[in-house]
Antibody
């Protein structure tokens, strides 16, 4: 059974940093591209970015709203994808989801709540 | 960026009704469109991929159609468990973008 479990969410002050983790199991993690998405309270879904598998160069792409502040990485030895969030703003408050895939997002984690507030 | 205009933003229907949701893309995305269902407090769930392909395990009352810029999602006979918000999502180009969502109520 495919499982994705996010962790690392919490309350953070504006301007600070946070790192989210997404642990995958039940599939060949190293061969899987991984995406991050978010959903602000009461709002719709927003794509954050993705990372390709190492066999496709491990390249990343980001939404304009987070480019230069957020970084996606992966540790295939641990089957974990990361989302490093820097220079956080109040508008980054959201539930952050990881998902397997680049376009068709068939499997999602349960989400991690990130709250940015002073 | 490709804008996805989804309508209606909400609808109220009765059990057994046919429900239709449309999604219009600001440019041609061929068939690179998915539909997701999201219930409160839960992650989105893939229902339809590549415009019209039913995800494994999803009831056949759900269907999708369209191509290019105009897409339609249908619930053939609304059931109580279908109360949720539905989103379209394009993956024809970066950034991936979603419709604003349609909240289906009874």
């Amino acid at each position: 059974e495919v499982q994705l479990v996010e962790s690392g969410g919490g309350l953070v002050q504006p301007g600070r940093s946070l790192r989210l983790s997404c642990a995958g199991s039940g599939f060949i993690f190293a061969a899987s591209p991984m995406s991050w998405l978010r959903q602000a309270p009461g709002r719709g879904l927003e794509w954050v970015g993705y990372i390709r598998s190492k066999s496709y160069g491990g390249t990343t792409q980001y939404a304009a709203s987070v480019k230069g502040r957020f970084t996606i990485s992966r540790d295939d030895s641990k089957s974990i994808a990361y989302l490093q969030l820097n220079t956080l703003k109040t508008e980054d408050t959201a539930v952050y989801y990881c998902a397997r895939g680049l376009g068709v997002l068939r499997y999602w984690g349960q989400g991690a709540l990130v709250t940015i507030s002073s | 960026d490709i804008q996805m205009t989804q309508s209606p933003s909400s609808l109220s229907a009765s059990i057994g009704d046919r429900v239709a949701i449309t999604c219009q893309a600001s440019q041609d995305i061929k068939n690179d469109l998915n539909w997701y269902q999201q219930k409160p407090g839960e992650a989105p769930k893939l229902l339809i991929y590549d415009t019209s392909n039913l995800e494994t395990g999803v009831p056949s009352r759900f269907s999708g159609s369209g191509s290019g810029t105009h897409f339609t999602f249908i619930i053939r006979s609304l059931q109580p468990e279908d109360i949720a918000t539905y989103y379209c999502q394009q993956y024809g180009d970066l950034p991936r973008t979603f419709g604003q969502g349609t909240k289906v109520e009874i």
